[in-house]
């Protein structure tokens, strides 16, 4: 059974928050995951998809069930 939290991308896109102290959004082919700006694991999983992203590797990324973190993007 596939797990709905579970993405494999092979395209990592970072937008930067719109506002100074706001969410970063990271885009995993056409799903997108919101780093919230007030957990202080964020810059550290931001840091962890950089490497990836710059050298255009696939990657796996779990999100949570709630709170906004993962939804579809198509």
Known sequence: MRD???IIATSI???EPAEEGGDTTIV???RRARLDAADPRSTGYRTVLEQ???QRRPVYVEVGSGGGTGSDGG
Do not use: K
Request: hydrophobic fraction near 40%; proline fraction near 8%; glycine fraction near 0%.
């Open 13 to 15: 896109i970072i937008e």
């Open 4 to 6: 709905e939290n579970a």
């Open 52 to 54: 990836p992203r710059e």
């Open 28 to 30: 995993l082919d056409v």
